[in-house]
């Protein structure tokens, strides 16, 4: 079974459109996660929710809206793309409540967003 | 300030060789938390290691081995045998001890195994 699933795997779009990428975790954690990791590999925390609640908002643009209905799930809404978001999306999630306790995160299998 | 450095880019070896991929961190906590993943070439971020701030103890799993040395700051990950499976990224990880946390990552060493 597959802990934490994102859809779609890829995704290619023109400039200016508006998408989403969505995240589902049933694990029963309490803490979900995106990363963004560029074409240098580089990963860096977007936002964080525990319990639905937002924790966690990076520098982001306001582009980007995350939305949890649910705590198994996080959606990530991106509002007029740019060139510039083509990027991997990675969501996690951890048991984390209240304190991290230095829990292993567990992490999706990506998005690819390709701009054009 | 939180911070990860892994100065190696890119290591390329050959099969049986072993390998060390280094990392440092830097922050003001006292309780902290240090990891490694791994990101194969199939894309997907696999966890590796734990490790808290209080606990110095090297750890042996398999073929791989652990470094963590508070003094310097360094949590190093050593491959031994080293086998062309192990070619990834590796990534080293700093976690908080604080509502909400995340992750900092440092910015990976490509490992490339040749047969």
């Known amino acids: 079974d597959t802990a934490v699933s994102q859809t779609p795997k890829y995704l290619v779009t023109q400039m200016g459109n508006d998408k989403s990428i969505k995240c589902e975790q049933n694990l029963g954690h309490d803490t979900m996660y995106w990363y963004k990791q560029d074409s240098k590999k580089f990963l860096k925390i977007m936002f964080s929710?525990?319990?639905?609640?937002?924790?966690i908002n990076e520098t982001v643009p306001n582009r980007f809206s995350p939305k949890s209905p649910d705590k198994a799930h996080l959606n990530l809404h991106i509002n007029s793309l740019e060139l510039g978001d083509s990027a991997v999306y990675f969501c996690?999630?951890?048991?984390?409540?209240?304190?991290?306790?230095?829990?292993?995160?567990?992490f999706g299998p990506g998005t690819r967003l390709t701009v054009l | 300030a939180q911070k990860v450095t892994q100065a190696q880019t890119e290591i390329s070896v050959v099969e049986k060789e072993d390998v060390t991929l280094d990392c440092v961190y830097e922050?003001?906590?006292?309780?902290?938390?240090l990891f490694w993943y791994k990101q194969p070439p199939s894309g997907e971020l696999v966890f590796l290691i734990r490790r808290n701030s209080f606990d110095e103890q090297n750890e042996i799993s398999g073929r791989y081995s652990w470094n963590f040395q508070k003094s310097t700051s360094s949590f190093n990950f050593t491959i031994t045998a080293s086998q062309v499976v192990d070619s990834a990224v590796y990534f080293c990880a700093l976690g908080r001890e604080t509502s909400g946390s995340r992750l900092t990552f440092g910015e990976g060493t490509q490992l490339t195994v040749n047969p």
């Open positions: 996690a999630s951890s048991p984390s409540r209240d304190t991290f306790f230095g829990d292993e995160q567990f």
């Open positions: 929710y525990n319990n639905k609640e937002l924790i």
């Open positions: 922050t003001r906590d006292t309780t902290y938390y």
